[in-house]
């Protein structure tokens, strides 16, 4: 499977989702859980293949201004800046890979790779920064990054490790009662429990073959389908709370 048919699921999913947001289907957003995952891997992707993670930066940066009106009209906030849209939490993403990365090729900085994802956790646990999806963004970046190949055993792990994230909060909320002393308090709303549905776009995920996808048009063409990927989040979100105006 190539990265465009990641790209054109994940979409797919995520404009399902959406509708089931704007008509109140369960069974669209459940279908649209698969959506975030791809993206991230994407992400992750698009940094290992881009010859400027800079310029990689700048366009997901630059998308998450354009988006933000869009993004919050359609969620009903009552400030345009009450939380940041995806593409915030996807910029991050990215910034803690890339992070990572660098502070690995050094044999002093190398155990402190894992700081910088670090430290954008604690900031959206204390609520210091908000964005769509938060934290699950960055450390499902951060297994992606630590887990990539196609060894069954890290395959598992990803698949553990990525269920761990789906449900980080519960989680977290059940050790620190623990650790409290009161006991095993592990509960999941029924909106939380339809997020296990995202594990199914790890086998979509490992079917990657490492090829970009024929896009049409040559240079040109593929240009404006790359943008045309990135227009589509503001652009159907915008549409979508239109057509519900």
């Not at 800046?81 to 890339?98: I, R, S």
């Not at 792990?157 to 620190?176: A, M, Q, R």
Request: charged share 10%; glycine share 8%.
């Amino acid at each position: 499977m190539s990265a465009l048919m990641l790209r054109l699921i994940a979409c797919g999913a995520m404009l399902l989702d959406h509708i089931g947001f704007v008509c109140g289907s369960g069974v669209l957003r459940t279908v649209g859980r698969i959506a975030f995952p791809i993206f991230v891997y994407l992400i992750y992707n698009g940094y290992r293949h881009t010859s400027s993670p800079a310029k990689y930066a700048l366009r997901l940066g630059i998308f998450a201004l354009i988006s933000q009106i869009p993004f919050s009209l359609f969620c009903h906030y009552a400030s345009y800046f009450q939380n940041g849209n995806v593409f915030v939490t996807l910029l991050l993403a990215l910034l803690c890979v890339w992070s990572a990365d660098v502070l690995k090729k050094n044999r002093v900085t190398k155990w402190f790779c894992l700081l910088p994802a670090a430290v954008v956790f604690g900031l959206y646990y204390f609520e210091i920064i908000k964005s769509d999806y938060g934290a699950k963004g960055v450390l499902m970046s951060m297994v992606f990054w630590a887990l990539n190949g196609k060894a069954l055993w890290k395959r598992l792990v990803t698949c553990v490790l990525v269920l761990c994230v789906v449900y980080y909060l519960p989680i977290l909320d059940c050790v620190l009662a623990l650790i409290r002393g009161n006991g095993f308090l592990f509960s999941l709303t029924s909106w939380e429990k339809t997020h296990v549905w995202s594990l199914l776009a790890l086998p979509l995920i490992f079917a990657y073959n490492g090829q970009k996808g024929k896009m049409p048009g040559g240079k040109v063409g593929a240009k404006i389908a790359q943008y045309g990927f990135y227009a589509f989040y503001p652009v159907h979100m915008l549409l979508l709370w239109l057509i519900a105006k």
